[in-house]
């Protein structure tokens, strides 16, 4: 039993983390999204390579977790 409750303890910590993963993702994805959008439409006067460069770093995890998905 005292092992029952170790191993459940554990699996409420990671479905926790994951649960806070999945949230961070699709934060970082609609900001992403948003500012992109103003980049392509000419809203970003400032700090454009490192927008693009992180916006791209999003879109590039995004794609890599949905590769790993199949």
């Not at 926790?16 to 699709?26: M, P, R």
Request: net charge negative; proline share 0%; hydrophobic share 35%.
């Amino acid at each position: 039993e005292t092992y029952a409750n170790a191993w459940q303890y554990q699996q409420n910590k990671i479905d926790d983390l994951q649960n806070n993963f999945e949230i961070i993702v699709d934060i970082a994805t609609e900001l992403a999204e948003y500012t992109s959008y103003a980049e392509i439409v000419g809203g970003v006067q400032v700090n454009r390579a490192s927008i693009r460069k992180y916006c791209d770093k999003v879109f590039d995890f995004n794609r890599n977790l949905e590769y790993e998905e199949y």
